[in-house]
């Protein structure tokens, strides 16, 4: 589990065959083999840890609904290590599994931060509300404006500074995660109606 807070920017050291070598500074510290830990908002595992740096191995699953496989050396990334049980939140809960891909469609100065939009399949917009939270490439964000193509947020300079979103620009895709709690409703909503409807079925027809 993890809070949107990026702790660092690592950098990609090499990508072969699946393995993922990531150099990183604090994100090292008292991180262990078999430990999670979220690199652009992706939840993997550490498989090896070096001087210097960590290895993470991306299965296709991963690469096929995130934007890992795009990474070359030199690449940075968001590195978040997993919450201490008891530790604060300070952004939302994140689970580090990407519900798909986000791609940036505008960038607008707004006074001392930056206005980005996004435009999001159907599948991601169902779950984006506006003032409700959104996880994109790791970090922690809150949904400024809402359309039934897209959203956007509002970059404050410090999140410009520490993150990769200091780097990005229009066209760039960057995984997203939706708040967990929405998905959850759904699907209890869904089958509290799926239920209503089949006693209604069974009322019409007099078998219930």
């Known amino acids: 589990m993890f809070s949107g807070i990026v702790e660092e920017m690592g950098a990609v050291a090499r990508f072969n065959d699946a393995r993922l070598e990531i150099k990183a500074r604090k994100a090292l510290e008292d991180l262990q083999v078999s430990e999670s830990i979220a690199v652009a908002g992706v939840c993997l595992t550490v ?7 960590f290895a993470v191995d991306v299965v296709p699953e991963t690469l096929s609904r995130t934007n890992l496989g795009r990474l070359k050396p030199g690449a940075h990334v968001n590195l978040e290590r997993s919450l201490p049980l008891g530790g604060r939140i300070g952004g939302h809960l994140v689970q580090g599994h990407v519900d798909g891909l986000a791609t940036i469609a505008s960038i607008d100065a707004d006074g001392n931060s930056l206005r980005i939009g996004f435009k999001a399949p159907a599948p991601i917009m169902k779950y984006v509300v506006e003032k409700g939270f959104v996880a994109l490439d790791g970090v922690s964000l809150t949904v400024a404006g809402r359309t039934k193509a897209g959203f956007s947020i509002a970059l404050i300079p410090h999140t410009r500074e520490i993150t ?13 995660e939706v708040d967990m709690t929405a998905k959850y409703v759904e699907q209890l909503v869904e089958a509290h109606l799926g239920r209503s409807i089949r006693r209604a079925s069974r009322r019409k027809s007099g078998r219930g």
């Open 47 to 53: 498989v090896a840890r070096y001087e210097g740096g």
């Open 164 to 176: 990769t979103f200091g780097e990005r620009k229009a066209g760039d895709t960057v995984n997203v």
